[in-house]
């Protein structure tokens, strides 16, 4: 309607207009305080941006019956996955940020996609409001139990005396596992080389096992049971204090490498624009739902520590300190998809 | 004899009502995706993966794996009677299964395939009770390079699944490894081939390829024929198999239940390079290898009986080492440790119930398979004499739903649509499918795995001739090279001989 008002239209417009615009505002602050109040009144959709089966997978499923119970609405996990999650994480960014759609991120796609794809449309730090930490899997450094070093001090002794001769397998060469490698090998400056896989931790580990390749990093969760049957060796755990489930392996930073400490953690993530009631509901919610001992105990078998954030703003901090990590070791040494 | 113990405390536990029952609806489920175009095993267990939570171990994995092996049966009902292999594994068994249902033989060609797969899934069984443990570490044994010049030999192999134009089937297979190539590399993180779309990441999905080749190809191309031109229809003859067909086909399943045991150990494109490893072998044992491709019985059940040993046989990394060979096998890990169980080498010794169960179960439900696909002979025939315009838009139906949920993404069924137009195309020039979907499976395969050898050995090409393994599979990738190009050369000689002579 574009006409062309005379005075007296001119100022009953206004009028009408300055009253429709408070009005207006009037609406946008009452209804999301009425849709507030009552959330959550339909089920959630939870985004995991990996195939069923895999450790996003698991720690969604673990967490949906609980947090379905204290949210009071059915928590519904939909697995989306493709390109390294991305296909998830883009569908969960795009999402209406009603509290409704949720996104379960992990350290692949929240802190290392952004800097090795560079055609990304998402930034996660920007897109998303992280809501809370539910898992952290530390890293484990395993090796053939006939590869001749026992520590990481062996370790550090054998690759230096051998330069550009010691193999060492990922489960993908943008995986936060090569990534702990090539942070850890650049500190203590080893020369070794690098021997990607794909299809998840299971081809690599089976190469290790088999002796084709020395040693790799791991996530906790698919080593340790290989570890405990003696199929493989443990040399180091990347955590600040040793794992309960295997309390024999000292943590990296026990033998002289403090930055060794890092985790491949799922998380909780809302669209950004979800409206800070809604994430802090959803936050006591998750806080309260990993406080369950079947979430604990089911979590711990495999090594995976169930966590919780203080607060959203706590979570966002780890994000970034996380992002600034990783996206410095990938700058270093120069992986790039364009 | 504790194997008796085992085998015992096994068929208790796969017995009792409740597993009995899952075991069925397992096998039940399996069958219907696996006749059903572009749905397969992995998307079908990831959807029921977990609605397996809330139930006991040994019935969630009972279930899931009848999903898995019962789709292996399934995949080859649509293969034979439509020319619509459901499974990667079931693109052989069209290859003859087709031809036979062509030459008014469906119910034979089904018959056959249902007992190959019975008599390789039996057999499978009692190899995993008696030698799961060793055969795993048989399994480990296999490096990069010894992978290498395995996929090398089957890649060589793909060629005799030809059989027309040789230079025909090596251009499709050529084709094949470059369709292949799509997604982000594995060594590099670069994205090759995939014009800045996201969804192309991961590359094409084999179902895409295999139902717009195969499926939308083959309806294209069949509407350009008469309705008269489906006379086979109405003259189906000798539904089930006879003593003498029995004799015909027992000698090719034991032979492919022998090589599919041993190729479903290896992680990757076990019971694809199963099946077609097997139907080689039986084109080049055959006293009459001219009837391959028009609808030879052995081309059926080698095939058949590979695929489904593989299948089975896949289990033992995962029972016995926790190390997945392919996706499922995956999933079926997810589902453990969901269960709270810890898939590794001490799973067999911590729940010897779920593992012989599981090992129990699997007798049990190919015996399943078996009485419920034999009945159903007769009636998947009579779906032959559904008319053209029934049959064929739910045909086109069914593989865009299929490919559609592989990964909810509307693009697959617009690029099966493409491939549904290039299917059509390359059958007019008589180009054939298969070796294109070989080549498409095996390319990415050798490459990854020459490419990891090469990077193990630091550049050093004579791994590939130093491992007894790999060595092996050139030796025998270089005989089948002169068992291939004999032939021609004798050829040519001949015409340049009549040539002189003139």
Known sequence: ?338 | MELFNDLLLGFSVALTPMNLAYGFLGVLLGTIIGVLPGLGPVATISILLPVTFALPAPAALIMLAGIYYGAQYGGSTTAILVNLPGESSSVVTAIDGYQMARKGQAGLALATAALCSFIAGTLATIVIAVAAPALAEVALDFGPADYFSLMLFGLVAAVILAHGSIVKAIGMILVGILLGTIGIDANTSVERFTFGIPSFGDGIDFAVIAMGMFGIGETISNLGGSEQGRTFVKEVKNLWPRWADIKRFIKPALRGTALGGCLGLLPGGGPVLASFSTYALEKKLSKTPGEFGKGAIEGVAGPEAANNAAAQTAFIPMLTLGLPSSAVMALMIGALMMQGLSPGPQLMNQRPDLFWGLIASMWLGNLMLVILNLPLVGIWVKLLSVPYRMLYPAIMLFCCIGVYSIHNNALDVVLAAIFGGFGFLAKKLHCEPAPLLLGFILGPMIEETLRRALLISHGDPTVFVTRPISLSFLVLTFLLLIVLVAPMIRVTRQRAFEESTD
Not at chain 1, 59 to 81: F, M, T
Not at chain 1, 135 to 145: E, K, R, V, Y
Not at chain 1, 281 to 287: D, E, F, N, S
Request: cysteine-free.
């Open chain 1, 1 to 338: 309607m574009k006409a062309q008002p005379t005075a007296t239209r001119r100022a009953v417009l206004s009028g009408v207009a300055l009253a429709g615009a408070v009005l207006a505002a009037g609406l946008t602050s009452a209804l999301p305080a009425r849709a507030q109040a009552d959330y959550p009144n339909q089920p959630i959709t939870l985004i995991v941006p990996f195939a069923p089966g895999g450790a996003s997978d698991f720690a969604a499923r673990l967490l949906q019956p609980r947090l379905s119970a204290i949210l009071g609405q059915q928590i519904v996990v939909e697995n989306r996955d493709g390109a390294a999650g991305n296909v998830g994480m883009d569908l969960a960014a795009r999402a209406k940020p009603d509290g409704y759609t949720l996104f379960l991120g992990n350290v692949g796609t929240v802190s290392i996609n952004p800097y090795i794809f560079s055609n990304l449309r998402v930034k996660p730090l920007q897109d998303f409001i992280p809501i809370s930490i539910v898992a952290d899997t530390p890293g484990l450094l395993i090796a053939n139990p006939a590869f001749p070093p026992n520590n990481v001090k062996e370790l550090v002794e054998y690759v230096k005396a051998r330069p550009g001769q010691v193999n060492f397998a990922s489960p993908g060469s943008g995986s936060v596992n090569r990534l702990e490698m090539e942070a850890f090998r650049r500190e203590a400056g080893l020369d070794m080389i690098h021997v990607p896989y794909k299809g998840g931790a299971g081809p690599a580990t089976a190469d290790v096992m088999g002796g084709h390749v020395s040693l790799m990093f791991v996530t906790i969760s698919s080593g340790i049971n290989h570890v405990k049957g003696g199929r493989l060796k443990a040399l180091g755990v990347s955590t600040k204090q040793r794992v309960p489930q295997l309390p024999d392996v000292p943590t990296m930073t026990e033998q002289g490498f403090p930055k060794s400490v890092s985790s491949s953690w799922q998380g909780v993530l809302a669209p950004a624009g979800t409206p800070q009631p809604i994430i802090n509901k959803l936050h006591a919610a998750i806080v309260e739902a990993m406080k369950d001992p079947t979430i604990k105990e089911r979590m711990g078998e495999s090594g995976v520590i169930a966590v919780s954030s203080p607060t959203p703003a706590d979570f966002k901090a780890y994000i970034e300190a996380d992002a600034a990590k990783w996206s410095g070791v990938i700058k270093d040494i120069g992986v790039k998809a364009d």
